[in-house]
């Protein structure tokens, strides 16, 4: 799931108003300097004479046998003079200058045809609105990440191994396929380094799209059996199978059934002929993944994911009650 072409013109005529708005002031500002200063109207109605002499000469010959002063030389006579006329009247020197939103591109998106910082940013800004993640990330990312919580040295590797393999997953993700599967106790972390991760993939320009399990699966049925409409039903599972990181978060807390599991393998197995990574977090045993879904959603998750288990005290609780063990 990328921009779509919709977004994507939407975006380009918001940069076709701002160039239009500044356009607009520049106009007004050098209405108001022709009025009060006649001298800068007369030097700026004066340059577009030159160009024609210059060609004219160029052309025809000067005619006179003396040399004339390069064009260049001339205009930046002129706009020097202009210059000190505003500065004499109690204005800026680039008053009249050109003022852009943003200077590095001039207003269009592109620097010799690369996208701008500022296009990344406006890009970036409409997939965290696609993406569900916006809110969460706030009281979800890397900067908030604490060990302080875990006792047990066992129960700590396992948690350090774990955010070991969500930066090796951020530092590989353009260049490489691969998928996460969190599962373990309440409250020891994975979600939140599902989120964390996420949030990551998503600042880099990636598409995200996250989704508790049971929003998942509520959103699908609710297409399939509810509303009927087919043609949202495909775009959304297309947004599904081709975004860039999807992330499914507490897998086992929706009402497992037949349409749940015939659904989460066809998820599992397209994202993975696309080559498209997924994160999953559950509390369910590999065990008990098993026996709720099938031996199918077990193998591919064995088989394409890295697993990382997560133990310990349920850190919410804690949190809850102000116990931080040090």
Known sequence: MSLSNEQYNRLMLEYSRTRERHRQELRQRKMVIYAKIPEYQELDESIPGMGTDALR????GAGTGHPEEPLSARLLSIRQKKRQLLVRYGYPEDYLDPVY????CRDTGYIDGVKCH????????????QSHLKDLIQS???SLLSEAFYEDPEDLAGFRRAEQACHEFINNFSTGYENLYFYGTVGTGKSFLSICTAGEILNRGHSVLYFSATGLFDQLSGYVFGTGDRAALEEFRSDLYTCDLLVIDDLGTEMTNSFVTTNLFGLINERDLN????????????????????DRILSRITYGYKICKL????IRILKKTHIVRR
């Open 118 to 129: 500022c296009l990344r940013a406006r890009e970036i800004s409409l997939l965290y609105d």
């Open 57 to 60: 000469r160029k052309l025809f």
């Open 311 to 314: 133990t310990g005290p349920d």
């Open 275 to 294: 080559r498209r990574a997924t994160i999953i977090s559950t509390n369910l045993s590999l065990g008990e993944l098993q026996n709720r879904y099938s």
């Open 101 to 104: 939103d943003c200077s590095d």
């Open 140 to 142: 979800n990312n890397f």
